[in-house]
């Protein structure tokens, strides 16, 4: 019997999924939470085969909480649930440990398809978010990496950070025009017109943990 844990703070989606999987003599749903708070306290006590783990939830960020639980139980099986088809996020996620990526419109043979993938050992991912990671890598491959100076991976790290234009020169204890230069030099040997473009890219060559 394949023990399944749902931790999504939607009740629709926890009901769609145990209606999918209720039929199935082989998967029981052994637990469902709605937030990562949750989640944490019933694995002290409850360890499932599989969990179904929605990205984005109220009071953890998902990929965190893959990455935590990863750590405790390094056995059970993580597929990501999202709405999300995007390269990042589905790359972080495998990063974190997880072992597979459905998109929250997937049809109920994919669900069993996923489950029975993962417990073989193998990564399993949606087509959509196939197509996408497929994409993503071959953008790298069309954009040789970059040599970069010491000041502008500083700035480069304090954009992942969240940091504003402004917020990194005071930091830098620089002028608003030296870092919007270094700035706009970064996005030219990026090749690219946007800082969340630049982020995704920096981090497809490794220049962002």
């Not at 056995?75 to 597979?100: C, D, F, P």
């Not at 204890?173 to 920096?202: G, M, Y």
């Amino acid at each position: 019997m394949i023990r399944v844990l749902i931790i999504d703070d939607h009740p629709l989606v926890q009901d769609g999924i145990k209606t999918m999987l209720q039929s199935e003599s082989s998967v029981e749903i052994c637990g469902a939470c709605k937030s990562g708070g949750e989640a944490l306290a019933f694995l002290e006590v409850n360890v499932p085969d599989i969990i179904l783990l929605d990205i984005n939830l109220p009071d953890m960020d998902g990929l965190q909480l893959c990455e935590r639980i990863r750590r405790q139980h390094a056995n059970v099986k993580i597929i990501g649930l999202t709405s999300i088809n995007e390269a990042g996020m589905i790359t972080g996620l495998l990063q974190r440990g997880g072992n597979g990526y459905l998109l929250k419109n997937m049809e109920r043979e994919e669900l069993l398809k996923a489950i029975d993938k993962v417990m073989e050992g193998s990564v399993y991912l949606s087509e959509d978010a196939n197509l996408k990671v497929l994409a993503q890598y071959k953008s790298l491959d069309e954009v040789k990496r970059p040599t970069l100076t010491r000041r502008e991976k500083e700035i480069l790290d304090l954009l992942a950070s969240g940091l504003s234009g402004p917020e990194i020169a005071q930091h830098l204890v620089l002028s608003d025009l030296t870092v919007e230069t270094h700035r706009k030099n970064l996005f030219r040997k990026f090749n690219v017109h946007n800082v969340q473009s630049l982020l995704k890219l920096a981090r497809g060559f490794g220049f962002l943990d």
